[in-house]
């Protein structure tokens, strides 16, 4: 008797056990669910933000133009922009400017946009022709005619090293200067134009620090690209070897002097994903700012000066470092 009480009593407990499983397994029941609320919050964590600048941080603005005013021979643009809650800072930030090598990060973009697309294969081979050689920053020029190089590996030196031929290349095989300046314009960057191959010397190549922190934005928040893309362009945004510019300007607002700008940014928290341009007339840098507590901030400047004058350079710094307050905020 003891033993069939007990075997009933088992059997009633398994009952409601199984019971109570297949109802909180039917569809719609992860709400319900302490541990499946992450179900119902799922939305959310795919709030990757948006480029909709809103509120204007006005004591950075006030500060940038009070910067500025230390160097009046000197043209600059420059914004920043919260992705997380579009509030912004600008400095004669529509101003269409040379735009050097920065104008390489709207051409990696464009890149991985067909690369989605299907028109352009990850591992396709380019062959390197004698029309998109060109001095300057890199080493593909330095190869036969003829070589091969994959798409992968011409885009990242593209990056990497700002190779000139490498970008050449690009813009050839996906249509042109032509196809490009569309593609610009369909996404909103207004001032953004390609004339002539790269190096572009002459600095007829244009851009405005907006459009710089605009294109940076449409990547990161997924608007224009996949997410595997998005994680494409950021693998090969943080190859950038020149770190002198944004990246040390936010140490020297940080209180940091270091050789190596961006492990020092890493060990405090912040990662930075940038591009510089540089021509002599004009230096530019745009970046991704990921802060230690998980924001996103896009910032970019554009200083256009005498040849080689080692102001710009620092006119780039000092606005950078003049964010850390405001970042850390």
Excluded at 135 to 161: C, H, N, Q
Excluded at 241 to 270: A, H, W
């Amino acid at each position: 008797m003891r033993s069939a009480v007990r075997l009933i009593a088992l059997g009633v407990g398994v009952g409601l056990l199984v019971g109570s499983g297949m109802k909180m397994l039917r569809p719609g029941s992860f709400k319900s669910l302490e541990a499946g609320n992450y179900f119902s919050r799922s939305q959310n964590y795919l709030d990757l933000g948006s480029f909709n600048p809103k509120t204007e941080i006005k004591t950075l603005s006030d500060r940038w133009a009070a910067i500025a005013d230390d160097y009046p021979d000197l043209t600059v643009s420059a914004f920043m922009h919260f992705l997380d809650n579009e509030s912004y800072a600008k400095l004669n930030s529509e101003a269409s400017l040379s735009a050097a090598s920065s104008i390489k990060i709207a051409i990696l973009l464009s890149v991985l946009q067909q690369v989605d697309t299907g028109q352009l294969k990850w591992n396709e081979l380019l062959e390197l022709e004698k029309d998109v050689i060109a001095g300057g920053a890199g080493w593909m020029a330095l190869k036969p005619i003829g070589t091969v190089f994959p798409l992968y590996d011409v885009a990242t030196e593209m990056i990497r090293v700002s190779d000139n031929t490498a970008t050449n290349l690009l813009v050839k095989r996906i249509g042109g200067k032509g196809f490009l300046n569309d593609k610009f314009r369909s996404l909103g960057l207004v001032s953004t134009i390609i004339n002539d191959f790269l190096p572009d010397l002459a600095g007829s190549n244009k851009t405005s620090a907006k459009d710089l922190a605009l294109t940076i934005a449409m990547v990161e928040t997924g608007k224009v690209i996949s997410l595997r893309s998005r994680d494409l362009f950021r693998e090969i945004m943080s190859t950038s070897v020149t770190n002198r510019l944004i990246p040390g300007g936010l140490l020297k607002g940080l209180g940091v002097s270091d050789e190596d700008p961006d492990n020092s940014l890493l060990i405090r928290g912040y990662r930075v994903y940038n591009k510089t341009g540089d021509i002599g007339i004009a230096y530019s840098d745009a970046a991704l700012i990921q802060l230690p507590d998980g924001r996103r901030v896009v910032a970019s400047f554009i200083v256009e000066g005498p040849f080689n004058d080692p102001r710009s350079a620092e006119l780039i710094r000092d606005l950078s470092a003049a964010m850390i307050p405001f970042l850390n905020k």
